[in-house]
């Protein structure tokens, strides 16, 4: 059963941005600092110039960035980012991503929902937004995100693992004028086993028979110190599911590690 999309109200206590102090004749004047979500809209005007896509992809990427990042960016731009699952080291719950093969592309990686929110109430609200956001991009829901969700997110109703932040994350990738949303899952959870058969389902329930194949063979050789940590879907304009991708995770590597991964792990023919 995949969580319930709705939002949870943010921790008691929790104020974002940083105290103001006092001085000996009174309260001292605030500083000036920028807001977080508008200090990145600017970059992403910057980026919309750079790249130029027509008029009507350009609002489009303007409304989802908002949608995405309308609540995890709601704060001053001063570090430490806290409230989320520190995606980058300082917390800051937003990446860009600039590609640099041919064709090139852009886009970004970000946290979505209320700062200090409940993580497991996050990913309710993350799954309502990027049903929201294919929608708003193509006109259809994703097909396969709620079940995907249901596999991948600890079981409703259980207590989750006190260092899992967050489920998910919302990733988009631009080219042209063409937008992709992808869910990114975290696989950090459970023990070594568990992840690699969590993987293993999504490819099953997408009959996906040859990835899934290829996966067996990778996890007989190679699974000793090495798991899967993430997973990322590819939502394709009609809401069906495309490429999937498998992040995996490795304790300190020796030569014997390294050999089975290039042996095991070539280009597939």
């Known amino acids: 059963?995949?969580?319930?999309?709705?939002?949870?109200?943010?921790?008691?206590?929790?104020?974002?941005?940083?105290?103001?102090?006092?001085?000996?004749?009174?309260?001292?004047?605030?500083?000036?600092?920028?807001h977080l979500g508008a200090h990145l809209g600017a970059q992403l005007e910057g980026l919309l110039r750079l790249y130029r896509p027509d008029n009507n992809a350009a609002g489009r990427i303007r409304r989802i960035f908002a949608l995405f990042t309308k609540d995890s960016l709601d704060r001053p731009a001063v570090p430490p980012f806290t409230g989320l699952s520190y995606i980058?080291?300082?917390?800051?719950?937003?990446?860009?991503?600039?590609?640099?093969?041919?064709?090139?592309?852009?886009g970004f990686l970000c946290e979505?929902?209320?700062?200090?929110?409940?993580p497991a109430a996050r990913l309710g609200h993350t799954l309502g937004l990027i049903e929201q956001g294919c929608i708003a991009a193509h006109g259809h829901?994703?097909?396969?995100?709620?079940?995907?969700?249901?596999?991948?997110?600890?079981?409703?109703?259980?207590?989750?693992p006190a260092h899992l932040r967050s489920a998910a994350w919302v990733g988009v990738a631009l080219k042209g004028n063409a937008l992709r949303i992808k869910p990114y899952f975290n696989l950090n959870w459970g023990n070594c086993r568990d992840r690699w058969l969590r993987?293993?389902?999504?490819?099953?329930?997408?009959?996906?028979?040859?990835?899934?194949a290829r996966l067996c063979t990778l996890s007989e050789h190679c699974s000793q110190d090495s798991w899967p940590a993430g997973l990322a879907l590819d939502i394709e304009p009609d809401g069906s599911t495309g490429?999937?991708?498998?992040?995996f995770r490795s304790l300190p590597t020796t030569l014997g590690w390294l050999a089975r991964w290039v042996q095991r792990g070539r280009p597939w023919p």
Do not use: C, H
């Open 243 to 247: 490429r999937v991708k498998i992040y």
């Open 112 to 118: 979505t929902g209320p700062i200090g929110a409940a």
């Open 1 to 34: 059963m995949a969580p319930s999309r709705s939002s949870s109200t943010l921790d008691a206590g929790y104020v974002p941005g940083r105290e103001r102090g006092t001085s000996d004749i009174g309260p001292a004047e605030p500083e000036s600092v920028p």
């Open 88 to 106: 980058n080291a300082d917390g800051l719950p937003f990446q860009w991503v600039l590609r640099l093969d041919q064709g090139g592309g852009w």
């Open 141 to 160: 829901a994703p097909l396969f995100l709620d079940r995907a969700a249901a596999l991948l997110a600890p079981p409703a109703g259980e207590l989750w």
């Open 199 to 212: 993987a293993g389902w999504i490819l099953k329930e997408l009959a996906r028979p040859a990835a899934l």
